[in-house]
């Protein structure tokens, strides 16, 4: 009876075997570098994320048992008054900050656009966004005080003789005053983004439009906006919810404990957590708020279909 030799590779089998033994090893190598990353998305977002939806139909203070209560978080919410008035107020808010802010930040850039030293224009404007939120508050606490120790409210007393208001104290003038600082605060940013928009525009185009006989306001509106309108887009669902989710300015600037007109829907979240230990609560706020924002969003998204150019 014979031996049975057993046969050798052959030359095509060794390239594939050491390919695979490559790519093996690359595996182990981006696994290795996406498990931080991975693992803090879970013990940061994922994990905290669940935990609150299943708190939401939960009743606890942080140290007893949690008892199952169902939906009655979420309606205890929806008629609460005050829950009612930071929703209002949040939406004022967004109003407010979200198309001025923007008008006034494209503004500026189409003053930018061509002029010389754009880049320190560009750092001037951005200083705001870079400085810390709590400065920010503390400074403009100086301008919009009242009576005579503020800035604003002195100046215009002795200048002009007005007697403006209580900013910061008087609820119907108060979501006025942090819709100024949200505005000024952000707006380099938002200048940085639409110098980048209109970088972009080959001079050609506005060239074209000039021969053809059209005046600046033309061109604004027939080629540098639809141009832009993805940058447009892009910074108007940002804003939007940086304006559903302004809350350190807010509790620095005016503590939204004693004076309604500052309550938003982040400050009801913090509320009923940190000051009232309603965690059930909290966690319904904040999914109502998530739910809240997630419909504008979507909203946004179905507009810019009819709305929004691009090149392609």
Request: a neutral charge; aromatic letters at 12%.
């Amino acid at each position: 009876m014979g031996v049975v030799t057993p046969a050798r590779p052959t030359a095509g089998t060794r390239p594939a075997r050491a390919a695979e033994r490559v790519r093996n090893r690359d595996g182990w190598w981006a696994a290795l570098f996406l498990a931080p990353q991975v693992l803090g998305l879970l013990a940061f977002l994922v994990f905290p994320l669940g935990f609150a939806v299943v708190l939401a139909f939960m009743k606890w203070d942080g140290l007893g048992e949690k008892s199952w209560v169902g939906f009655d978080n979420f309606a205890a919410q929806l008629t609460d008054p005050e829950f009612g008035t930071a929703v209002w107020n949040t939406v004022k808010l967004a109003l407010l900050t979200v198309p001025v802010g923007l008008t006034l930040a494209l503004l500026v850039a189409l003053a930018l656009n061509n002029v010389r030293g754009k880049t320190f224009y560009r750092v001037v404007y951005f200083l705001p966004v870079v400085t810390s939120s709590v400065a920010v508050a503390v400074m403009w606490q100086v301008i919009l005080a009242g009576g005579d120790y503020g800035v604003l409210n002195s100046t215009l007393h002795r200048w002009f003789g007005v007697t403006p208001p209580a900013w910061l104290d008087d609820q119907g003038w108060v979501i006025v005053a942090i819709a100024v600082v949200t505005i000024w605060s952000s707006l380099g940013l938002n200048v940085v983004i639409f110098l980048a928009g209109l970088q972009t525009i080959p001079p050609s185009l506005t060239e074209a439009a000039r021969i053809d006989g059209a005046g600046p306001v033309r061109v604004l509106r027939s080629v540098t906006l639809p141009m832009i309108s993805p940058t447009i887009f892009f910074s108007t669902v940002v804003a939007v919810i940086s304006s559903f989710q302004a809350f350190d300015q807010i509790y620095v600037l005016v503590n939204p404990a004693h004076n309604e007109g500052a309550r938003t829907i982040v400050y009801q979240v913090y509320d009923l957590s940190f000051q009232k230990f309603e965690f059930g609560m909290s966690s319904a706020a904040a999914l109502i708020l998530l739910a809240l924002t997630l419909l504008v969003t979507f909203v946004q998204f179905a507009a810019q279909k009819r709305l929004v150019h691009y090149d392609s």
